[in-house]
């Protein structure tokens, strides 16, 4: 089992910065994957950026050039930097972890709102 805790969401202005923060605990010597996903009431689950095990990242398209997916192994925490926020970007963002048997584990999901 893993347990995922993210923190640093809030109300930001357009180009305003924040950094989402998600804590793993558990089985965390297991996991293959992190990944930041978003999904607002309504609208479809959008990969927002993912990290391997060997540090290769992915970044959604929409995102490209702004966030950046980094981790400290040390506190067991991957982070989110969103740098130039919109308010397309608000959304409730999700932190997952992805096992060596290909399960999935969800946070409880954190919010960002940006105004214009």
């Known amino acids: 089992q893993v347990q995922l805790v993210e923190s640093g969401g809030g109300l930001v202005q357009a180009g305003e910065s924040l950094r989402l923060s998600c804590a793993a605990s558990?089985?965390?010597?297991?996991?293959?994957?992190m990944a930041w996903y978003r999904r607002a009431p309504g609208k479809q689950r959008e990969l927002v950026a993912s990290m391997t095990s060997d540090d290769s990242t992915t970044y959604g398209d929409s995102v490209k050039g702004r966030f950046t997916i980094s981790r400290d192994n040390a506190k067991n925490t991957v982070y989110l930097q969103m740098n130039n926020l919109d308010p397309e970007d608000s959304d409730v963002y999700y932190c997952t972890a992805r096992s060596n048997s290909w399960r999935v584990y969800w946070g409880q999901g954190t919010q960002v709102i940006v105004s214009s």
């Open positions: 558990g089985s965390i010597l297991s996991i293959d994957v």
